[in-house]
């Protein structure tokens, strides 16, 4: 009876081990799942619209932008005045920044200013 056991446990299919999902050993794929994995293709409904005026609208919108990289209008900079002089006064308290400004105006405006707060913009010609 016992070799009766015997030939049947030796017929009897063996469940197979689980593929490796993560690790150097599920990086190693064989030729013939590198041809399986060629072989699928896409889903054709996968990328589509589901809308038709949805897809009028996306494709009007990709026009206009390459309409927009093609017709990017140049400004010529070669003409006009160069760039102004920015000034920064900076320095600890009460060594005389406000009195430089007041006179820098004064000196280019002709005008006086009681009390300097904030940035100042001095326009004058040349």
């Known amino acids: ?9 030796e017929q009897q299919p063996h469940k197979a081990h689980r593929a490796r999902q993560s690790g150097s050993s599920a990086k190693k794929i064989s030729k013939s799942e590198i041809n399986k994995q060629d072989k699928k293709k896409p889903n054709p409904k996968a990328f589509g619209f589901a809308s038709s005026v949805k897809a009028k609208r996306s494709m009007m919108r990709t026009a206009e932008k390459e309409q927009r990289r093609l017709n990017i209008p140049t ?44 940035p100042v913009t001095v326009v004058s010609g040349k």
Do not use: F, N, W
């Open 1 to 9: 009876m016992s070799a009766i056991k015997l030939a049947d446990m």
């Open 75 to 118: 400004i010529d900079r070669s003409y006009g005045e160069p760039p102004p002089y920015v000034v920064v006064v900076q320095g600890p308290p009460q060594v005389g920044k406000s009195l430089l400004i007041k006179c820098l105006i004064k000196h280019y405006t002709k005008l006086k200013v009681p009390e300097v707060r904030g």
